[in-house]
């Protein structure tokens, strides 16, 4: 099983729809957790973190189910600027300056006009 | 965006050749990552460095060879490699290792024949 598994889409979606992305993860000791954002033929950069009580910022919602675990990230009214792959990023191991990234292979999008 | 820089952008060799990847940071970084990210894979973490040290080396084969002269600074030297090497090289950096905000380079397409 992988550590950090997602459904590769790829998701096609109109502008100002609602898309929901979903991640999981293998290792119940993981600590923290992340979406980056990956545009095509770019490198990755920080989308948001995680947090156990869910986060928003504008547009994008994350959350995550610790029981199950599963990370979700919900973007909504998509902009064709949305278009890109959503890696799921979760540190396992130690935390602060101990831990590892494990990256997932990444979901997807692609907004349509 | 010039904070993670990396040379070449593009290289193509033979299984014969030996290379070399150049990967420079200018954010005061402690700590540097050389990754792989081959089509339809999730990111592969391949050599970590703290304050020119290695702390982890992920089983990645010798025929890669990671060099750190300092903190700014990270070579990954390429020699005899096979087709399936073939893949994307990313290089990151981030204030100390394991944490979340990594800051990636534009990465070395390489393609080996």
């Known amino acids: 099983r992988k550590e950090v598994e997602q459904d590769p889409g790829p998701f096609n979606v109109p502008e100002g729809a609602t898309v929901a992305f979903n991640c999981t993860y293998s290792n119940s000791a993981s600590q923290s957790f992340f979406w980056y954002r990956q545009d095509c033929r770019k490198e990755p950069k920080l989308l948001m973190s995680?947090?156990?009580s869910g986060n928003e910022d504008g547009r994008f919602t994350a959350q995550l189910n610790r029981a199950s675990q599963y990370i979700s990230l919900l973007i909504r009214d998509s902009k064709l600027s949305d278009s890109a792959t959503y890696l799921c990023?979760?540190?396992?191991?130690?935390?602060?300056?101990?831990?590892?990234?494990?990256f997932g292979q990444g979901t997807t999008l692609q907004v349509k006009p | 965006e010039t904070g993670v820089t990396q040379t070449p952008r593009h290289l193509v060799m033979g299984m014969t050749n030996k290379k070399s990847l150049k990967c420079e940071q200018h954010?005061?970084?402690?700590?540097m990552y050389w990754y792989k990210q081959s089509a339809k894979k999730p990111l592969e973490l391949m050599f970590v460095?703290?304050?020119?040290?290695?702390?982890e080396n992920n089983s990645v084969p010798s025929r890669f060879s990671p060099e750190c002269p300092n903190s700014s600074h990270l070579f990954l030297h390429l020699h005899t490699l096979q087709p399936e090497d073939s893949a994307l090289y990313l290089c990151?950096?981030?204030?100390?290792?394991?944490?979340?905000?990594?800051?990636f380079g534009p990465g070395t397409r390489l393609l080996v024949l």
């Open positions: 995680v947090y156990s």
């Open positions: 460095y703290s304050l020119e040290e290695r702390v």
């Open positions: 990023v979760v540190i396992v191991g130690g935390s602060g300056n101990t831990g590892k990234l494990i």
């Open positions: 990151a950096s981030s204030q100390d290792p394991g944490r979340e905000t990594q800051y």
């Open positions: 954010l005061g970084h402690n700590a």
